[in-house]
C-alpha cells in the first residue's frame, strides 16, 4: 500500500462548491431509498459512468478523468488502481479456472513482482479464512458460498487505497457478515484503507461506520453525518426518503433519555440503564452534518424517460404497412438523389417519430462501417484496361446500393424498437388467427419471438453491466488497444452468458407458473379498432412512396 | 380426501461436473394447510429457494420422493421471485396481467374488467399504462404480483419477492399479499429479513437441506421458554442466520432480570416494554 502520499477521497459536486472529503482509513457507509441511484453513483466515483458534468472526483492528488486529446475525457489509470470495487454478487464476475488465476486477474494490471503478487495472494486466502492450498482449486467447483468468499479475496488481494462495495452483506450468512465486518474494520484501523460501502442492512452497517452518506430520495442531494448524529436525527432518513429503520424507531423514547449513544451498540450496557431515571440530556456536541447539492436530479430525470416514441399509437398494422411500401420506395431509387430522398425521410421519421434509436448508436455504427469496408472491398479490382487499382465507380455503385440498404435498416430498426413485442404478437395473432383461435404451433412460434425481444433490451444493459465491471477490474483507461479489447470482451462475455442462463432459467419458472402453455387455446385479444389516424399514416406513406417510385430514374 | 399438501421424504439431487452428487434438499417432508401463512428462512445454500419451487409445483431437476398437490391442485401454483425484470413479459402493467390471463383462458370480454379491478387493488392503476423505465423497483414487483396472483389460485410463493426493495415498497409487497390470504390464498414466503417473521405464524427454517426447525415465529428468534436468566443459541443463530439487534437487547434485558417470557417481538410490544421500563 502507498500510503506516504495523500489518498482521501475527494468529490466536488459543483465548481465554486466545498469538495466532499472522504477520509483514507475511516469506513463511510452510504444509505438510500432504492432507486435514488446510489450504486449510480458509486460506479459513478469509480469512473464507470462519466456521472453528472461539473462533478470532479480525486483519489488524492489523481483525478479519475483527465482531458484527452480533442477535449474528450479519459479515465485516468492510475486513479482506477486506487480502487478496488465489489459490485453486487460479485461472485457473477469470477472468470479463472482457478483460485490463484482469478486473484492474478485483480493483480495483473498493477504490474508488481512476482513475489509480492505471491506474498498479498496468501496474505488475501488468510483474510477470508483460507490456506495456500486453495489456489489450485477451481472456482466452478465451489459453493455459492465459497464463491462470495473467493470475491471477496479479489478485492483485498489489489494494492489499492480505497475499497468500493455495493451491498456486501446481501446472501451472506451470519458467519460471513461477521467476517466480513472484522476485515474490514481492520483494513481501515490498520492498513489506512479507505472504505466506503452501500447497504441497506442499518443494524450491520451503522456500528462499523465513521461516516454515513445519506443520498436524497431524487438522487439530488447526499447528507454527510456521524452515525451518532444521524441516532439522534431520525427525521434525516425521511427527508431522504426513507423509513426509519424499526429498530430506531423503537429505541428512539430511550435515545430522548439522555443514554450515551455509545452504548446502544452494547445491548449488555443499554441493558443496565434501563429504567434508570431521565437524565437531562447533556450538551450535545457541535453538530457536523453537510448537505451537499448534487445538481444530477434532472439529468437522472432524464434518463428514465422518453422510452415510449410516439408512433406507438399507431396500430402496429398500419406500421408495418407503411415500412413496406416505403422501403420498396427506397429499394427503387437508382440515383444519389433518390438514396438522398431516402434518407430524408428515415431522418425525419426517427425524429418526428421520437424512435429512442440512441440506445442502439454501437450497432448503427458497426452496420456503417460494415457498408463502407463491403463498398471499399467492391470497389478493389481490374479496371478496363486489366490493371488492378481502386475503382472508383465500381466502389460508388456498391456504396450505392448499400446505402439503400442501410436506410432500410434504419426504419426496420426503429420500427422494431417502438412496436412493443407484446402488440406486435396481438397483431400478428389477430392476422394469422382464424375464429378466434390460433394454431398451437404458430403460437408457440409467435410467444418466442415476442419473448426474445422482450428481453433484447435486458440482454443489452446486462452486457453493459458486465462491460463496465471489466472496466473497474482490468484498469482501462479511454482508448484501447486491439489486446485490451480482447481481454474486456472475454471478461464481459463469460459472466453475462451465465447471467443469461440464469434469467433464461428464472422466465421459464415465471412462465410455468402462470400457466402459459397449459391451456392449448388462450384467449385471442382483438387490437384496438383501426383508427382513422391509421388511415392517414398509410395515405400519405403510400403518396410519398408513389412519388418516389415515379422520380426513381431522375438524374441516374 | 386430504386436502393438505403433502411432501414425502423429499431429495432434490445435483452432479456436478465430476459425478459427484449432492443433495440441495436432503429427504425433506413437509406439510401445509389450505389458507394458511408459512414463512420459509435460511441461509443462501440451505435449499430454501429449491423448496419454494417444489412446493410451487414446477419442475425441479433431480427430485426424489413423492408429494400431494392437495389443495394447490395440479400444475404450478403461483410463484413471484427476487428480480421481477426476468418475471415481466409485457411492456406495462395493463398488458403484463392481459397475458396472465390470456393465458389462463378467461374469456376476451372480462378480461379488460378483471384487469382493471387487479390493478386497482394493488393500487396501480395510475401507472397502469406506464412502460417499466418509468416504474420503480417495487412498483415492477407489484406488477409481477398482480400478474402471478391474476387467477386467484390457491397458492402463491414468494421468493425473497422483498429483498431488493426498502421498507416502504416491500410493505406494499407485504400487504397485497396479505390481502390474497384473508382471500384464501395459502401463502409460502421466504424471506432473509427475520423483522417480517410474526410471533404467532408459522416459521419453516432450513440449513444444509433439512428442516431445523418448524414452529412459531417467537420460538424460532428466542428458543423455548425458560427461567435462568440465561443466553443460549436460538433456532435462528443455529440455521445461520443474524439474530436482529432487537432480540438481541431483549435478550440482554431479559439476562439483566428487566424483561419477562415471553419476549418482546413485536413493535406494539416493544412499545409495552419501553413504556413499562420508563413508568419505575
Redesign the interface.
Known amino acids: 500500500m502507498t500510503l506516504a502520499r495523500e489518498s482521501d477521497l475527494l468529490v466536488r459536486f459543483r465548481e465554486d462548491a466545498n469538495p466532499l472529503r472522504l477520509r483514507s482509513g475511516s469506513i463511510t457507509v452510504l444509505f438510500g431509498r432504492n432507486g435514488a441511484g446510489k450504486t449510480y453513483w458509486l460506479e459513478s466515483l469509480a469512473g464507470l459512468h462519466q456521472g453528472a458534468s461539473g462533478t470532479e472526483v480525486r483519489y488524492g492528488s489523481l483525478r479519475l478523468w483527465k482531458e484527452g486529446r480533442r477535449g474528450r475525457k479519459a479515465r485516468n489509470p492510475d486513479a482506477l488502481k486506487a480502487y478496488a470495487y465489489s459490485s453486487q454478487a460479485p461472485e457473477e464476475q469470477l472468470v479463472g479456472r482457478t483460485v490463484e488465476e482469478e486473484l492474478l486477474e485483480t493483480l495483473k494490471p498493477y504490474s508488481l513482482s512476482s513475489e509480492e503478487c505471491k506474498r498479498r495472494m496468501l496474505a488475501a486466502l488468510e483474510a477470508v479464512g483460507w490456506e495456500e492450498s486453495w489456489l489450485v482449486r477451481s472456482p466452478y467447483r465451489l459453493s455459492g458460498g465459497e464463491r462470495r468468499r473467493l470475491a471477496l479475496a479479489c478485492l483485498l488481494v489489489a494494492p489499492s487505497d480505497w475499497l468500493l462495495l455495493d451491498e456486501p452483506t446481501a446472501g451472506l450468512d451470519a458467519p460471513g457478515q461477521e467476517r466480513l465486518r472484522q476485515i474490514l474494520a481492520e483494513r481501515a484501523a490498520r492498513e489506512g484503507q479507505g472504505v466506503l460501502l452501500i447497504s441497506h442492512d442499518t443494524e450491520w452497517a451503522l456500528p462499523l461506520a465513521d461516516r454515513v452518506l445519506l443520498l436524497a430520495a431524487d438522487g439530488g442531494s447526499l447528507r454527510e453525518c456521524s452515525p451518532e448524529e444521524l441516532l439522534r436525527h431520525p427525521e434525516w432518513w425521511e427527508e431522504a426518503g426513507m423509513a426509519v429503520p424499526a429498530w430506531l424507531k423503537i429505541l428512539a423514547p430511550l435515545l430522548r433519555t439522555g443514554i450515551p449513544i455509545s452504548s446502544v451498540w452494547k445491548p449488555s450496557e443499554l441493558a443496565r440503564q434501563w429504567g434508570s431515571p431521565v437524565r437531562e440530556a447533556g450538551e450535545s456536541p457541535p453538530e457536523s452534518s453537510v448537505v451537499y447539492r448534487m445538481g444530477n436530479a434532472s439529468a437522472r430525470q432524464e434518463r428514465k424517460k422518453g422510452s415510449l416514441s410516439s408512433i406507438a399509437f399507431f396500430d402496429p398494422r398500419a406500421l408495418w404497412l407503411s415500412y413496406v411500401l416505403l422501403s420498396v420506395a427506397i429499394l427503387a431509387q437508382q440515383s444519389w438523389w433518390g438514396a438522398a430522398a431516402g434518407g430524408a425521410i428515415a431522418a425525419a421519421a426517427t425524429w418526428g417519430g421520437r424512435i429512442p434509436l440512441g440506445r442502439w448508436r454501437g450497432f448503427i455504427l458497426s452496420f456503417l462501417v460494415f457498408t463502407l469496408t463491403v463498398s471499399v472491398v467492391a470497389g478493389i479490382g481490374r479496371d478496363a484496361g486489366g490493371q488492378w487499382g481502386f475503382q472508383g465507380e465500381a466502389f460508388l455503385t456498391a456504396l450505392h446500393s448499400m446505402a439503400r440498404t442501410f436506410i432500410i435498416f434504419l426504419l426496420g430498426l426503429g420500427l422494431a424498437v417502438s412496436i412493443t413485442p407484446i402488440r406486435l404478437r396481438r397483431s400478428l395473432e389477430s392476422v394469422l388467427g382464424f375464429r378466434g383461435r390460433i394454431a398451437p404451433a404458430v403460437q408457440k412460434f409467435l410467444l418466442t419471438v415476442t419473448l426474445m425481444l422482450r428481453f433484447i433490451p435486458i440482454f443489452l444493459s446486462e452486457w453493459e453491466r458486465f462491460n463496465r465491471y471489466a472496466i473497474a477490474r482490468g484498469k482501462e483507461a479511454g482508448r484501447r488497444s486491439l489486446g485490451g479489447s480482447v481481454r474486456r470482451l472475454s471478461r464481459t462475455a463469460q459472466p453475462f452468458l451465465l447471467s443469461l442462463f440464469r434469467l433464461g432459467d428464472q422466465a421459464a419458472v415465471a412462465l410455468e407458473s402462470r400457466g402459459v402453455g397449459r391451456q392449448k387455446y388462450p384467449t385471442l385479444l382483438r387490437l384496438s379498432n383501426w383508427g382513422k389516424r391509421d388511415t392517414v399514416l398509410v395515405v400519405v406513406v403510400l403518396l410519398l412512396s408513389l412519388v418516389l417510385w415515379l422520380v426513381r430514374g431522375l438524374g441516374a | 380426501m386430504d386436502e393438505r399438501l403433502l411432501v414425502n421424504h423429499l431429495s432434490v439431487l445435483t452432479e ?3 459425478g459427484e452428487t449432492s443433495a440441495r434438499l436432503d429427504d425433506l417432508s413437509l406439510e401445509l394447510n389450505r389458507g394458511e401463512w408459512l414463512y420459509l428462512v435460511g ?3 440451505s435449499g430454501k429457494s429449491t423448496l419454494g ?1 417444489i412446493l ?1 409445483g ?2 425441479e431437476e433431480g427430485a426424489v420422493g413423492s408429494m400431494e398437490r392437495g389443495f394447490a391442485g395440479e ?5 413471484v ?1 427476487q ?1 421481477p ?3 415481466l ?4 402493467p395493463r ?1 403484463e396481467v ?11 370480454e372480462e ?1 379488460p374488467l378483471r384487469v382493471e379491478a387487479a390493478l386497482e387493488e394493488a393500487g396501480l392503476l395510475e401507472l397502469a399504462d406506464s ?1 417499466w ?2 416504474l ?3 412498483q415492477r414487483q407489484l406488477a ?1 404480483v398482480v ?2 396472483s391474476a ?1 386467484r389460485t390457491p397458492l402463491i410463493v414468494f421468493d425473497e419477492a422483498t ?7 416491500a410493505h406494499r409487497v407485504r400487504t397485497l399479499a396479505k390481502i390474497l390470504h384473508e382471500q384464501g390464498t395459502a401463502v409460502v414466503w421466504l424471506t ?1 429479513r427475520l ?1 417480517e417473521l410474526e410471533p404467532d405464524a408459522r416459521v419453516v427454517a432450513l440449513l444444509e437441506g433439512r428442516i431445523r426447525f418448524d414452529g412459531f415465529g417467537r420460538e424460532f428468534l428466542y428458543g423455548e421458554r425458560r427461567d435462568d436468566r440465561a443466553r443460549v443459541e436460538t433456532p435462528c ?1 443455529e440455521c ?7 432480540a ?2 431483549a ?3 431479559y ?2 432480570g ?1 424483561v419477562d417470557w415471553p419476549l418482546p417481538m413485536t ?1 406494539e410490544e ?2 409495552n416494554t ?1 413504556e413499562r ?2 413508568a ?1
Open positions: 456436478d461436473e465430476r441461509v443462501n445454500g419451487r410451487a414446477i419442475y400444475g404450478a401454483a403461483a410463484y421471485m428480480q425484470d426476468a418475471q413479459f409485457a411492456d406495462t398488458e392481459t397475458f396472465a390471463l390470456e393465458w389462463q383462458a378467461v374469456p376476451a378480461i412502460p423505465a418509468e420503480s423497483g417495487g409481477a400478474a402471478a387467477c429483498s431488493m426493495l426498502d421498507d416502504e415498497t432473509q423483522e443463530e445461520g442466520l443474524r439474530l436482529p439487534y432487537l438481541e437487547l435478550f440482554e434485558l439476562r439483566a428487566r413493535p416493544w412499545a419501553m421500563g420508563f419505575r
